[in-house]
C-alpha cells in the first residue's frame, strides 16, 4: 500500500474570495546547474503565457532565455494510440504499425534501440535496421515477460513503473527481464455494472498468506539469442527488488528477500554465467523495507573501491560503508536521526552530503556534510525551515534550497557556503507582497508527549479565526496514518484554503503517531503483528490533550482519511470510539487479510502466523464498541483495497444494528476525480456543517 494522497477536505460548494484575493506567483521549477554560478529554472518571466527555460546567473542576479543547448531536446520514444513512437531533432516517426498495444517504450542508453512489451512478451526494435525482435515468445495469462504482476507493481516497485518489469545495462549490451508466473495467484474478481449485462474484471491479487507469483529474472542481447538466467530457484517463496548496475563493470546488482521480509540479501550478477556472488546482507527481527532499500540506497564508488549503503537496522536510517565484497568499513552517520537522502559523494575529499531529519527537528529536513569515517558532521542550510528541495552546485559550494516553516511562504534560495552568516539569497517566493499572516487563522506545529512518555507526537493546528477561550470547538482530525508514512512536516500551505472553516469555529489539524517516520524505524517498530493498536492510542492521547487543552468540543472530534486513513478512521470509531464521536473513511482497508501479502506480511506476518495480532487489527472485531456518525465511502473497481473491505464492514454494522453514511462511486478506483470527485468534495463539506458545525452549508458566491 503506496501512501495515498489524502483526498483534503475541499469546500467546492463555498466561495473562495480569500484564496483570489491572495495573489500567487509560484516558484521556478529547478532544471540544472550549468556550472557553479548558473543554472536553469523553468518559470515565467513577465508577460510570458506560459514557463519557459531560463538561465539565472548568481553573480548578476539576471535571467537569460536557456540556448537549446543548455537544455537540450533529448531523443526519446513514447506511445500513441498503443505504438511506439521515436521524437528526435523536434520531429516524430512511427516506430510500430500492428494492433496489438505496445506497452512501456524505453529507450537504451545508446539509443539504437527502443524495448517494449505486448502481449506479454518483451521485443526490442532496432532504429537503425527497423527490426523488431521477440526476446520472448511464451506470454500468455498468467504468464508475464517484462511487465510485472500486480502486486510487485503496487508494493515493491511502485506506481510510477506503470508494471515495467524490464532494464538496459548501461552498456546497452543487454536487456533484462524479470518473468512472473502468477496463474496459482488467487483471481480477484472485480464487478462492472457498465452497459447491459457488466462484466467483470479479473486480477491475480495474493491476499495475506496466499500464493505469490513466481519470479525468476534473466537477460539477453538487443538482438535476441539465448537467455541467460540468474541462479534463483524460482518456486522457493521469495521476493526480487528493483535491479540496479554497477556502473564500474555493468554488472547488475538485484536484492533478493525471504517471504518474511526480514532476511534481506543483494546479489552480484555474473552476466556471462548468471551466477550470483553476495555482496550485502541484512537482519533483523521485524522487517526490512525492500522497495526502499536497494534502488537509490546503494550509492557505487569510483573504480570498484566500494559502494555506501544505507539501513535503519539501528532504529534509524543511516549511511555506511562497504568494500565490494560486502564487507563493512566503518559506519559513516549515527544517532537519533533519520537520513533521508544522498545528494552528492565528493570521492575526492571523501565527503558526502546528504539531507536528513531529526537533528534538528524530526519535521525538517536539512542538509548536512559528513566524511567518509564519519567524522565532522556539519549542518549546511540554515534557520528554522523544512528544506523540502535541496540542490548542489557541481562543486558543492553553492546550495539551492526550497524553504518553509508554518509561518514562512515557500522560498526559493540560494546558500553562498563562503558566507559564514549563511545568509539566504532569495530567488523567489510563492506569495507575492499582498500575502500578510496576520490576516489567516494561526496555524502552529506543537508536539504532545505520548501517553506513556517516550514521545513528542508532532501536530500541525489551525485554530478557529478569532477564537474565544471561553468557547468549545468542534475538531477536524486528518490522517494517513501508514507505516513511516507521516503527513505533519514543519511546511507552510496556502492558509486560504483552511480559512472558510476556521471563520466556521472549526479546529483543523494533522496528527502523526510514533510510527508516523519522525522517530525512525524505532517507532515505526511498533507496528509489528500489530497493525492499528499504537496508531490509535496516540492519536487518543493526542485528541484528549485538545479536548483538555486545546478547547476542542469532546461531543464533536472528527476524524478523516483515505486508504490507510480510512482504515485508521474506521478504528477510531470502534476501538478508539471513546474519545472519536464522527469519522470519514475513503477507500478503507477493514480487515488485514482482505490486503495484499506483501504489503500485510511485512508488518503483521501470515494470518496463521499471527492470527491474534489480525483478530486485533480488525475493525470489525471491535464492531460492538461502534458508535458515533461515519461517513464511508468507496470505489466500486478500487483493484487495490477492494470494495469488499467495506462491504464486510457494512455487513457487520448491520448485523450489529448501527447506522451509516455510505456512498459508492461507480467505475471509481483508488481515488477518484472529475464529476463524481466533486462530489465526494461536496459530501464531504456537507457532512461537516451538518454534524461538527450544525448549520447548512453556505450557498456558492
Not at 566524511?371 to 559550494?397: C, E
Request: aromatic content about 14%; hydrophobic content about 35%.
Amino acid at each position: 500500500m503506496k501512501k495515498t494522497i489524502l483526498f483534503a477536505v475541499v469546500l467546492s460548494s463555498l466561495s473562495f474570495s480569500a484564496i483570489a484575493q491572495m495573489s500567487q506567483s509560484g516558484l521556478p521549477r529547478f532544471i540544472r546547474w550549468v556550472d557553479n554560478n548558473q543554472f536553469v529554472l523553468n518559470t515565467k518571466r513577465g508577460e510570458d503565457a506560459a514557463p519557459k527555460n531560463y538561465v539565472y546567473n548568481l553573480a548578476t542576479k539576471q535571467y537569460s532565455i536557456a540556448p537549446a543547448e543548455v537544455v537540450p531536446t533529448e531523443k526519446t520514444v513514447f506511445l500513441k494510440k498503443g505504438d511506439v513512437y521515436l521524437r528526435e531533432n523536434g520531429s516524430e516517426m512511427q516506430l510500430t504499425f500492428d494492433a496489438t498495444e505496445e506497452k512501456n517504450p524505453i529507450l537504451s542508453p545508446d539509443g539504437n534501440y527502443v524495448g517494449y512489451t505486448k502481449n506479454n512478451n518483451l521485443y526490442t526494435l532496432s532504429l537503425a535496421t527497423k527490426k523488431e525482435v521477440a526476446i520472448t515468445s511464451d506470454g500468455a495469462t498468467g504468464i508475464l515477460n517484462g511487465y510485472a504482476s500486480w502486486v510487485y507493481f503496487e508494493e515493491i516497485f511502485g506506481r510510477s513503473t506503470q508494471y515495467r518489469a524490464f532494464w538496459w545495462s548501461p552498456d546497452s549490451k543487454y536487456i533484462s527481464f524479470m518473468r512472473f508466473d502468477e496463474r496459482k495467484v488467487p483471481m480477484f474478481p472485480i464487478y462492472n455494472s457498465e452497459g447491459q449485462h457488466g462484466f467483470v474484471e479479473e486480477t491475480r491479487y495474493p491476499k495475506a498468506g496466499d500464493q505469490n507469483p513466481t519470479v525468476k529474472i534473466g537477460w539477453t542481447t538487443p538482438d535476441g539469442g539465448s537467455i541467460t538466467w540468474a541462479d534463483f530457484n524460482e518456486m522457493e517463496d521469495q521476493y526480487f527488488g528493483w535491479p540496479i548496475w554497477n556502473p564500474n563493470n555493468n554488472s547488475m546488482w538485484l536484492s533478493w528477500m525471504d517471504r518474511g521480509q526480514n532476511n534481506l540479501k543483494i546479489y552480484e550478477l555474473n552476466m556471462t554465467t548468471g551466477a550470483k556472488k553476495p555482496v550485502y546482507t541484512e537482519y533483523q527481527k521485524t522487517w526490512i523495507d525492500l522497495e526502499d532499500r536497494v534502488s537509490g540506497r546503494i550509492n557505487f564508488l569510483a573504480n570498484n573501491q566500494g559502494y555506501i549503503a544505507q539501513s535503519d537496522a539501528s532504529g534509524y536510517n543511516h549511511l555506511y560503508l562497504y568494500n565490494m565484497e560486502g564487507k563493512l568499513i566503518n559506519a559513516i552517520t549515527s544517532g537519533k536521526f533519520t537520513v533521508t537522502g544522498i545528494k552528492q559523494i565528493d570521492e575526492k575529499n571523501k565527503t558526502i552530503y546528504f539531507t536528513a531529519r531529526g537533528l534538528e527537528n524530526t519535521a525538517r529536513v536539512d542538509l548536512y556534510a559528513v566524511y567518509f569515517n564519519g567524522t565532522s558532521l556539519a549542518r549546511l542550510t540554515t534557520g528554522d525551515y523544512n528544506n523540502s528541495q535541496v540542490y548542489l552546485s557541481p562543486d558543492a559550494k553553492k546550495i539551492i534550497t526550497v524553504y518553509s516553516n508554518v509561518n514562512t511562504p515557500t522560498t526559493m534560495g540560494v546558500i553562498h557556503r563562503k558566507d559564514k552568516t549563511k545568509t539566504i539569497q532569495v530567488i523567489a517566493t510563492a506569495v507575492d507582497s499582498s500575502y500578510k499572516a496576520e490576516n489567516f487563522a494561526k496555524t502552529e506545529l506543537i508536539r504532545i508527549k505520548s501517553a506513556d512518555g517516550l514521545y513528542e507526537l508532532p501536530a500541525l493546528v489551525t485554530w478557529p479565526k478569532n477564537m474565544d477561550p471561553t468557547k468549545k470547538y468542534p475538531m477536524l482530525v486528518s490522517i494517513y496514518g501508514g507505516p513511516s508514512a507521516g503527513t505533519v512536516m514543519d511546511n507552510w500551505s496556502n492558509p486560504a484554503y483552511k480559512e472558510p472553516l476556521a471563520k466556521e469555529g472549526l479546529i483543523q489539524v494533522a496528527f502523526d503517531h510514533r510510527a508516523s517516520g519522525h522517530f525512525g524505524k524505532e517507532g515505526v517498530n511498533y507496528m509489528y503483528r500489530n497493525l492499528g493498536y499504537w496508531e490509535m492510542t496516540d492519536y487518543m492521547t493526542m485528541a484528549k490533550w485538545f479536548i483538555e487543552n486545546g478547547h476542542a468540543d469532546p461531543k464533536k472530534i472528527a476524524i478523516t482519511g483515505f486508504s490507510y486513513g480510512g482504515y485508521m478512521s474506521c478504528y477510531a470509531l470502534t476501538f478508539g470510539s471513546s474519545v472519536f464521536t464522527h469519522a470519514m473513511a475513503g477507500g478503507s482497508v477493514t480487515a488485514w487479510e482482505l490486503y495484499d501479502s506483501h504489503y500485510t506480511e511485512r508488518f503483521m506476518d501470515t494470518p496463521k502466523e499471527n492470527p491474534e495480532g489480525y483478530k486485533s487489527g480488525s475493525v470489525m472485531t471491535h464492531i460492538k464498541n461502534f458508535k458515533g456518525v461515519l461517513q464511508l465511502v468507496h470505489g466500486s473497481s478500487d483493484d487495490n483495497v477492494h470494495m469488499q473491505n467495506s462491504i464486510q464492514l457494512l455487513s457487520a454494522l448491520q448485523d450489529n444494528g448501527k447506522e451509516v453514511e455510505f456512498m459508492l462511486y461507480p467505475g471509481g478506483r483508488h481515488g477518484w476525480g472529475g464529476a463524481k470527485g466533486k462530489h465526494f468534495a461536496d459530501l464531504k463539506t456537507k457532512f461537516i456543517y451538518t454534524h461538527l458545525l450544525e448549520k447548512p452549508v453556505p450557498a456558492a458566491k
